[in-house]
């Protein structure tokens, strides 16, 4: 599969509002809404909205790397500590 199908594949995935993997949000990672609109033929609302959805998948992924690294037995002292956000 070439890099143009492979984000073909990743800006129907934002469409359809299915979960991204942090390999494809590295790919579109770098891209701006300049490209998005001459490359692969979308609006600038399409573009921002694809663009917003990696960003909230990328997100997602990195929260769930701190909880997951937070909620290991020997790292818990205090229940105050868990729930604490910085």
Request: net charge positive; hydrophobic share 35%; glycine share 4%.
């Amino acid at each position: 599969m070439t890099k143009n199908d492979k984000i073909c594949v990743i800006i129907g995935k934002c469409f359809g509002r299915f979960k991204l993997t942090l390999e494809e949000c590295a790919e579109l990672h770098d891209m701006k809404i300049v490209d998005l609109i001459i490359k692969h033929g979308l609006n600038e609302n399409q573009s921002r909205e694809v663009l917003l959805w990696c960003q909230q998948s990328h997100q997602r992924h990195m929260n769930a790397m701190e909880v997951l690294s937070e909620d290991r037995p020997e790292k818990i002292h205090s229940p105050i500590k868990k729930y604490r956000r910085t």
